[in-house]
T-cell receptor
């Protein structure tokens, strides 16, 4: 059974700092990995999707990497801003009959202080 | 275009009542997913539809939970005889995925269910 772990559970940084959020998964047979942002009381907003054949994806100040063989992904946020404060979730998707089941971590809650 | 919408956004039910939660996916998306998110945790998979076919319902916690998507578009998650442990946010997501292939999922704002 796939398990996803995110470390740290919470992170507080001053504005302008670069930071890394970590996601690890136990079964490397994944189809893709998706990073989401969740604001309090809101749904999930997709940030980046990395296919299993890719090493990284970039969008603006965000860069996500994937090392499938070691079961790890990182989300790098450059020059953090108070508006980046949210919970960040990673989710992995399997193949075939598991393609519809996203397995999520419990998230990292980020606070960026002005 | 419009994103995934869910209604109601908030629902308070007395223990033992039945509730129905609605999801309107993005137009043209063939796959629809339901997740349950407890406070402080990540979403947990409940069930998955490809058009009107329910391909996986392994995450439904008990036979009190029932989901349907009769015309392959709007879906309803029904919970019978609600219990306090059913209190959570219920998230719906849709995707353009075809069978066996996982595509990017787009989530609705969720329905927060509180059972008193």
């Amino acid at each position: 059974k796939q398990e996803v772990t995110q470390i740290p559970a919470a992170l507080s940084v001053p504005e302008g700092e670069n930071l890394v959020l970590n996601c690890s998964f136990t079964d490397s047979a994944i189809y893709n990995l998706q990073w989401f942002r969740q604001d309090p009381g809101k749904g999930l907003t997709s940030l980046l999707l990395i296919q299993s054949s890719q090493r990284e994806q970039t969008s603006g100040r965000l860069n996500a990497s994937l090392d499938k063989s070691s079961g790890r992904s990182t989300l790098y946020i450059a020059a953090s801003q108070p508006g980046d404060s949210a919970t960040y979730l990673c989710a992995v998707n399997g193949w075939g009959t598991n393609a519809g089941k996203s397995t999520f971590g419990d998230g990292t809650t980020l606070t960026v202080k002005p | 275009g419009a994103g995934v919408s869910q209604s109601p956004r908030y629902k308070v039910a007395k223990r033992g009542q039945d509730v129905a939660l609605r999801c309107d996916p993005i137009s043209g998306h063939v796959s629809l997913f339901w997740y349950q998110q407890a406070l402080g945790q990540g979403p947990e998979f409940l069930t998955y539809f490809q058009n009107e076919a329910q391909l996986d319902k392994s995450g439904l916690p008990s036979d009190r939970f029932f989901a349907e998507r009769p015309e392959g578009s709007v879906s309803t998650l029904k919970i019978q005889r609600t219990q306090q442990e059913d209190s959570a946010v219920y998230l719906c997501a849709s995707s353009a995925a075809r069978t066996g292939v996982a595509y990017e999922q787009y989530f609705g704002p969720g329905t927060r269910l509180t059972v008193t």
